[in-house]
């Protein structure tokens, strides 16, 4: 099987090699998605009055919208780093985005056996955090119990945790990242819920840090100065996009969870981290079915368990 799984790692290296040297036969700085489909053996198809265009080919279904940056890849939301530009019946894509989400996706980056998994439990002592003013809660503590339901569940696989707090302690967002890397961590998985004005936001989105150069996905028109900066976590960048993709994979499936989506944004807490790291909300407190749901300690069991199966997914570890 070593033989036979190293040919096939090596097979589809050449195949994404061949589409990404295929590719640039494109023009300027997108690509369109006849372009895409052609050069990955597939299909274009349009919906929504020629606005809405998915690619089809092998192990491959990629869905976006006409001036929209998220896209469907194989039943998961994930933004780009531009919004998608043409005309109905005639999207184009970026080559960033084509270069840095979507590739690194269908040819994964190679992960050795995980070891040892930093959880960070958002918030802690004078930090609440977000609150749930039915049944008082908040979520510096829900943040810890999942944390803690996480750590146990990959012990069970073999994989050490290393927590950034055990209790109700204020810990500086320099010294979470700083945790990790004295301690070693394969990766880094940052725990926090959501709230918002509106009681209608709900759903689960993770976050990774942008790459050199790119705006966070709430700014992608206005960046800035400081999007320049290289960070330390930046040497991860493709790994942080793997792993937070096989996290929201798992995550959305569970029960009645909307996909908000693999979204970047500028953390401290990720710009510090020496190793691949995801910031992940695991639903909106302020939501009323939502947050009941998170009051119930079988759901936080559950996301706990959505949040392994990922972390497994990425690193591949024993059942």
């Known amino acids: 099987m070593g033989r036979l799984g190293s040919f096939f790692r090596l097979v589809?290296?050449?195949?994404?090699?061949?589409?990404r040297t295929g590719l640039s036969a494109g023009t300027g700085d997108f690509l369109g998605l006849d372009v895409l489909s052609g050069r990955c053996g597939g299909t274009v198809s349009y919906g929504d009055g020629g606005r809405c265009g998915t690619v089809r080919g092998k192990n491959l279904e990629l869905q976006c919208r006409l001036n929209g940056a998220c896209y469907r890849l194989n039943g998961v939301n994930v933004y780009g780093q531009r919004p998608v530009a043409g005309q109905p019946g005639r999207l184009r894509i970026s080559r960033e985005d084509w270069d840095r989400v979507v590739v690194p996706l269908l040819s994964p980056p190679a992960v050795a056996p995980l070891r040892r998994v930093c959880i960070d439990p958002g918030h802690g002592g004078r930090d609440a955090g977000a609150r749930r003013s039915r049944g008082n809660l908040e979520e510096k503590n829900l943040t810890l119990d999942v944390a803690k339901r996480l750590g146990a569940l990959l012990k069970k696989r073999?994989?050490?945790?290393?927590?950034?707090?055990?209790?109700?302690?204020?810990i500086a967002l320099e010294d979470r990242a700083a945790a990790a890397g004295s301690a070693k961590c394969d990766l880094m998985v940052c725990i926090h819920f959501n709230a918002a004005d509106s009681p209608r936001a709900e759903g689960i989105e993770s976050y990774i840090l942008p790459s050199q150069g790119s705006a966070s996905t709430a700014r992608l028109n206005s960046p800035s100065q400081k999007d320049k900066k290289f960070c330390i976590n930046n040497r991860y960048d493709e790994k942080n996009l793997y792993l937070a993709y096989c996290l929201q994979r798992e995550l959305r499936t569970l029960r009645s969870a909307t996909d908000r989506g693999v979204k970047r944004g500028r953390f401290k807490v990720l710009e510090d981290a020496d190793c691949p790291a995801v910031l992940v909300e695991c639903g909106f407190l302020t939501s009323a079915g939502e947050g009941a749901r998170i009051a119930d300690g079988n759901y936080r069991q559950a996301i706990a368990s959505a949040l392994c199966e990922g972390i497994c997914s990425y690193g591949g570890c024993r059942k």
């Not at 589809?12 to 589409?19: A, D, N």
């Not at 945790?161 to 302690?169: I, L, M, N």
């Open 12 to 19: 589809c290296f050449l195949s994404i090699s061949l589409i």
């Open 158 to 170: 073999g994989i050490d945790a290393v927590f950034t707090r055990s209790g109700d302690q204020f």
